[in-house]
């Protein structure tokens, strides 16, 4: 574990340049599992992000030489942030790589932070290609590289979240949820919580799509994934580090796996109801408690929103991902008769709080019948068993969608 000695430290470096973020106690969270649900505002952060910490806190543990040369970082947002006002702020020149796929405005926020600091190279489709190219350019330029996770200095950094929890808290913490990507932020911060708060159950949040953390932990090493699902962009990873599992190992009561879909849902109701705006990786630890209603009951319960980084092209994405998810979103390929009144028919089908979110005609493939690609919207997940009912009984001839992905993919 890191000692809390060296954490301490790390926050003195960092009490003149991050934000003391707020601990806030969430009523309506706190109402819908019956405890006490405090809400660690990572979001609010000056990068909306904990990346800061870690990365300014390593920048200043270079040596003289190290500084002068530079340093260079792979990120597919935060950590890049973090980097680019570390440099900045530091006067250290820095070359930032990023995913070519990385939205505009990111990398336009990177280059805000960093100012005439650093240089932005977008390489690859995924952070593990702009990470491979950022890694070679490090070593044949001989820079230094600022780890996203996997480096003790960057691990230290992140654990002073812990100390402002402890220092906010006025209840003893019972649980503490954290997401999970490289595993920084829960060696660190649990590295704290082990010394100065040992009763707190500490339990690490992973998507569904990306469980390297989950696999490695299981499996007592490093496990490398094949393919993840790069929705929770700021929690997927293929590999964690190798020092970050082994802190993981002694900090960690337990790992907790979460659908994207769930995500999206908490994404939408931490807007929605109380004005605040998570991106996926933000939202994990919060979509976690779901999993663990029962245990929680009457505790005291800390979520870190790790960050805020959210896009708003993505909205629709989200809303439809939550949809399916709860059940409320359901496509179909409907064969309609090719004659009048076939579709009038199939209205008369419809609930009548259903709602065709979708219609896609393809062209008629037979003089008998052609196929129409659905999406019937719900109000509540239980209606969907009588819609079923009612569309065999009046004979429509359809194929579910919803269970077929890749044919969705296609599709929709």
């Given at each position: ?9 790390a ?13 806030m ?15 660690k ?32 970082c ?24 990023m ?35 950022a ?52 060696a ?15 339990v690490g ?96 319960v ?8 959210n ?102």
């Amino acid at each position: 574990m890191i000692s809390k000695e060296s954490i301490e430290l790390a926050a003195k470096q960092l009490e003149n340049v991050i934000l003391h973020t707020p601990l806030m106690r969430n009523i309506t969270l706190s109402e819908e599992y019956d405890c006490n649900v405090f809400l660690k505002r990572e979001d609010l952060q000056s990068v909306r992000s904990y990346k800061i910490r870690g990365a300014y806190h390593k920048m200043t543990r270079l040596t003289a030489k190290q500084a002068s040369k530079g340093v260079v970082c792979a990120s597919a947002g935060n950590h890049s942030q973090g980097v680019a006002l570390a440099c900045q702020l530091l006067g250290i020149e820095g070359v930032i790589y990023m995913p070519a796929t990385t939205p505009k405005q990111k990398v336009r926020k990177v280059k805000r932070f960093g100012k005439d600091y650093i240089d932005i190279v977008l390489i690859g489709d995924t952070f593990d290609d702009a990470y491979t190219a950022a890694m070679i350019y490090a070593d044949s330029e001989q820079k230094a590289f600022i780890h996203p996770f996997d480096d003790i200095k960057t691990i230290e950094g992140q654990g002073t979240v812990g100390i402002e929890i402890l220092e906010d808290l006025r209840v003893s913490a019972d649980y503490l949820f954290m997401a999970i990507g490289g595993g920084g932020l829960a060696a660190g911060v649990g590295s704290y919580f082990r010394s100065m708060s040992p009763h707190t159950k500490i339990v690490g949040v992973e998507p569904e799509g990306a469980p390297a953390m989950y696999e490695s932990l299981r499996s007592g090493r490093v496990v490398e994934l094949e393919t993840i699902d790069p929705f929770v962009d700021g929690a997927a990873v293929r590999r964690v580090g190798d020092q970050t599992l082994m802190i993981c190992q002694e900090v960690l009561d337990d790992m907790v796996l979460v659908h994207e879909g769930r995500v999206c849902s908490v994404i939408l109701q931490m807007y929605n109801e109380e004005a605040i705006v998570v991106e996926p990786a933000g939202a994990l630890a919060i979509a976690a408690l779901g999993q663990y209603r029962a245990k929680i009951k009457g505790k005291n319960v800390v979520c870190v929103v790790s960050g805020g980084n959210n896009d708003i092209t993505r909205t629709e994405e989200i809303r439809e991902r939550s949809l399916l998810y709860e059940g409320l979103k359901h496509y179909f390929i409907i064969r309609f008769p090719q004659r009048a009144g076939a579709l009038r028919e199939f209205l008369e089908v419809l609930g009548p709080d259903d709602d065709i979110a979708f219609f896609e005609y393809t062209k008629r493939t037979s003089r008998t019948s052609g196929p129409a690609v659905v999406g019937i919207e719900l109000k509540h997940r239980e209606d969907y068993a009588s819609l079923i009912k009612r569309m065999d009984a009046a004979g429509i001839q359809y194929q579910t969608v919803n269970d077929k992905p890749d044919l969705m993919g296609v599709l929709v």
